[in-house]
């Protein structure tokens, strides 16, 4: 530009306004919001939204509930599952019922009274036939009446003892794993249910509502977004001939309609490829055409709102 004479660098300057004059380090953008979309984790009606746009929301809140009915149904009958499957583990363990034990003891005990009795009898009659007062024919059934007697008082001791022995370790297993089963359909019946109401993943402000009350919302569907603080970052475009003077961290300062004084904003981000670009070729008068966009994150984020129109400059 020093070769040029200063009356035709004055000539050119009247022409277009701005030549030979060093470029002014400003730079136009906006701010945009980096939104958590929150969304139910399964289909369903919607009961009741719980928030409005505006509001602000803390982490953990209910903002959404889904309807339940089936859940609920799907729950007392999977704690139904797991009743049973306590009950049968229960009855291998312990064995019989003690009413039903009880009624063989008390069977026994009468075989043992018919086994004294015929034991009785039978010495008895012994004592006769050796006198010859009873003959042999009658002291053989005798006998025979205490050998039944015996026979079904070992039958019934052995009944009691089976009664009261928990089951084999293979059928204890086998109730125990259909127990463990059904408490994991209980639980996964729970996890479902608890589901259907929706709770705020993050605190901060409830941008859009995309759904209301009675509206089917599908899996994954976003029902509403939400801004966390902090969560505001400045947009804008360097022009290539400036692309080269910036860097990743450097600290521009922030100015904006009503924004208070003092801000800045730190570059966190630098496309490598142009945008905007017309369909030319790149002269060097065409690449100040070329513009790159850049993100910054906001040093202090207070007042600002999503979509502000902001100035960027470098820091003196």
Not at 59 to 86: H, N
Request: some cysteine.
């Amino acid at each position: 530009m020093s070769s040029l004479p200063t009356w035709l660098v004055s000539a050119i300057a009247f022409v277009l306004p701005g030549f030979g004059q060093p470029p002014d380090s400003v730079f136009n953008g906006y701010l945009e919001g980096d939104y958590v979309h929150v969304a139910p984790s399964g289909s369903g009606r919607i009961v009741s939204v719980a928030v409005d746009e505006g509001d602000q929301v803390a982490l953990g809140q209910q903002v959404l509930q889904l309807d339940d009915t089936k859940e609920k149904a799907t729950l007392r009958a999977a704690q139904a599952q797991v009743a049973v499957a306590q009950a049968n583990l229960a009855n291998l363990q312990t064995g019989r019922r003690s009413e039903e034990i009880e009624v063989i003891r008390a069977t026994l005990s009468r075989a043992e009274a018919d086994q004294h009795l015929a034991r009785t009898t039978l010495e008895r009659s012994e004592q006769l036939s050796a006198r010859g007062l009873l003959p042999s024919a009658q002291v053989e059934a005798e006998m025979a009446a205490l050998d039944s007697a015996n026979a079904l008082v070992a039958q019934l001791s052995a009944e009691l003892i089976v009664a009261e022995l928990p089951a084999r370790d293979a059928q204890v297993v086998a109730a125990e794993a259909s127990l463990a089963a059904a408490r994991a359909n209980a639980d996964l019946a729970r996890s479902a249910l608890d589901d259907r109401i929706v709770l705020a993943p993050v605190a901060g402000l409830v941008e859009r509502v995309f759904f209301s009350d009675g509206e089917v919302v599908g899996i994954g569907a976003p029902a509403m977004s939400i801004l966390p603080p902090g969560n505001l970052k400045a947009l804008f475009f360097l022009p290539e001939p400036e692309r080269a003077g910036f860097a990743i961290g450097d600290v521009l300062a922030l100015s904006c309609d009503g924004c208070a004084q003092g801000l800045t904003v730190k570059i966190t981000r630098m496309a490598s490829d142009p945008q905007y670009t017309p369909p030319i070729l790149y002269s060097r008068d065409e690449r100040a055409r070329l513009v790159f966009r850049a993100e910054a994150v906001l040093t202090d984020s207070l007042g600002l709102m999503p979509g502000q129109p902001i100035t960027l400059r470098r820091q003196p």
